[in-house]
Every structure is written in structure tokens, then in C-alpha cells.
């Protein structure tokens, strides 16, 4: 049967390892990336739209082409800026994020790591904050010599922008999350897409990707690369051996049915194993399990992270040798 497990002495001492393994400052790779040359500059689109008068327009876009698609009308524009609920968003924008902080220096962080596993990217980057009227499609994008972030985006779950979002979408509003939007926003343009329509098959493919942010993003707190609180991140840590003990009894690692992937595969409020504990455990468990399997695979094979994304889900799992931590 299964039980949801208590977190355990031995399971913190697991999740210290999980969270710090990777990010070991002085570790060789760590000091390899420090040394890449990376030019970044920023551009505050988002206070350079609202606060330039009406009559500098065509400077603005003079400035930033690349902000204004052909076809909309400067007029549209200029309705836009002066539309009540656009100054809001701006205003409260203004107000978190009036002082950058660490944010640039933190994205170059990420783009040296991104230069240093592919090393054809460019070595100048443009960082460039926009609001997009909080387009959850549009959060942060990778493209070429340009990095957008939608600070509109990024208020903080409780912020009453959300409100209409579901409680459990919230946590991907958070600041924290800028670094991991932006490495997935580059990692999904590098990884192939999959045609193994079997749940093991959709659990290697979304561990792919949560690994490869680890990857690029070897500071970050784990439970952010999932898009989770530490609370969830923590439950997953305490209950890997029964989530994978009840995968294995129902048979479902080389089951073909698209109900998987809304159970444990897409975001949600919590994974349907159809037990009681299902109110407990946090969505998209299957991806964290991905994880784990791709995780094992890297620490016991020597493969590039290209390498690893040219495999087929089932070569990664049988020469992974995972096993569920007890």
C-alpha cells in the first residue's frame, strides 16, 4: 500500500546533498564558467515606453525595432501607455523592480553556463525588461543576442494580479523563477522533441529538461527548477520509493495512455495516484521522477548534454541503474 512517508533524518541529510551538490562554488566547472568572457548590458524597455513623452515616440522605436511589430499603429500604442490598467501594471512593476539588483549579473551567470555547454552561443547578451500584460506564455525568452523578461510576470505569487490564476500556478510568479523561465527558454530550443508516447517515455523527456537547468542553473534552489515550494520538493525527496514501487505494481512505465501524463506529467494541483494521499503530494510527480532517472543516467555514463538529449528514453533508463533512495 501506499504511504506517505514522514521526512526522515537520513531524507534531510539526502535533500542537503540533492541541494548542494551541484553548486559547489570551487568546483572545476564553476571556475572554468567564471572565466568566459560575457558582455551584458540592459535596457529598461518597460520605463523607457512609459515615462518617454508622446512626441519622442519615434525615437523609442528608433531605439528598440525589435519591440514594435510591423502593422500595429503608433496610435495603439500611445492608447496602450495611457490606459489606466497599463499604468498600474507599470507602477507596480516600477515598484519591485525600480533597482534590478542582482538580476543582471545573475543572468550572465547563466548565459556564461549556457556558453560554456554550448559554445557556438554568442558571448553578447542584451537583457531587455518588458511588461507584457502578464502573458504567461511570454514570462522570459531566450533569442540569439536578446534576453526578455516580463517583470510583469514575476510580482510575487500573492500579488493580486494573479488572483484569477489557479492556487497552484502561483508559485511560477515568483522572482526566483527568472532564471529557471530563461534557461527553459533556451533548453527547449536544443531539445528534440520526442515521439515515445509511453509514460516512461514523457518522464525522461520533461527530466531532460529539469536536469539540464540544473545544469546551467547549478546555484539555484532545486525545488525552482520544478516550478515547486520546498515543501513539495520535500515530499517528493521522502516519498520517491513509494511513488516509484506504485509505477512499477501498476505496470504504467511502458503504458501508452494519454491519462498519464494529465496525472502525473502537466501542471496540477496534485498527482491522481486515485489514493488518499493524493491531496498531499504535488503535481507533475512524473517529472520529477524523469529527473531522477536522467539524473542517475549523467552520474553513471560520460555523456555531453547534447549526447544525453539524442537518446531514446528507454537507452537512458536501462543504463541509468536507478534506484529509488530508501
Request: proline share 5%.
Amino acid at each position: 500500500m501506499f504511504k506517505i512517508s514522514k521526512i526522515s533524518l537520513s531524507c534531510l541529510a539526502v535533500s542537503s546533498f540533492f541541494v548542494l551538490g551541484c553548486g559547489d562554488s570551487k568546483s572545476k566547472v564553476n571556475k572554468e564558467v567564471a572565466q568566459i568572457p560575457m558582455e551584458v548590458t540592459v535596457a529598461r524597455f518597460d520605463q523607457d515606453f512609459y515615462t518617454g513623452k508622446d512626441e519622442d515616440f519615434q525615437l523609442l522605436k528608433a531605439k528598440y525595432p525589435y519591440m514594435f511589430p510591423a502593422g500595429v499603429p503608433d496610435a495603439a500604442w500611445l492608447e496602450k501607455k495611457h490606459d489606466t490598467i497599463f499604468k498600474e501594471l507599470y507602477q507596480e512593476v516600477n515598484k519591485k523592480y525600480a533597482d534590478l539588483k542582482s538580476l543582471p549579473e545573475d543572468l550572465k551567470n547563466l548565459f556564461q553556463y549556457i556558453k560554456y555547454y554550448y559554445p557556438e552561443e554568442s558571448d553578447h547578451k542584451k537583457i531587455i525588461t518588458v511588461l507584457s500584460e502578464v502573458d504567461v506564455a511570454a514570462k522570459a525568452i531566450y533569442a540569439d543576442t536578446l534576453a526578455l523578461v516580463s517583470l510583469d510576470t514575476y510580482l510575487g505569487k500573492d500579488h493580486h494580479f494573479y488572483k484569477s490564476f489557479a492556487a497552484y500556478t502561483r508559485t511560477t510568479f515568483e522572482p526566483v523563477q527568472i532564471l529557471p523561465d530563461m534557461a527553459e527558454s533556451f533548453i527547449i530550443q536544443k531539445l528534440p522533441k520526442t515521439t515515445d508516447r509511453t509514460f516512461l517515455g514523457a518522464m525522461v523527456q520533461q527530466g531532460k529538461l529539469v536536469y539540464a537547468k540544473e545544469m546551467l542553473l547549478p546555484n539555484a534552489p532545486k525545488e525552482t527548477l520544478m516550478t515547486y515550494n520546498k515543501e513539495q520538493l520535500d515530499w517528493c525527496l521522502a516519498n520517491e520509493s513509494q511513488v516509484w514501487r506504485y509505477i512499477i505494481d501498476n505496470q504504467l512505465l511502458f503504458d501508452t495512455d494519454v491519462k498519464l501524463s494529465a496525472r502525473f506529467i502537466d501542471p496540477a494541483p496534485f498527482s491522481k495516484f486515485y489514493l488518499d494521499i493524493d491531496g498531499e503530494s504535488p503535481g507533475r510527480v512524473g517529472v520529477w521522477m524523469g529527473w531522477q532517472i536522467v539524473r542517475s543516467f549523467m552520474e553513471n555514463n560520460n555523456v555531453t548534454l547534447q549526447e544525453l538529449f539524442a537518446m531514446d528514453a528507454k537507452d537512458i533508463f536501462e543504463k541509468s541503474k536507478y534506484k529509488p533512495k530508501k
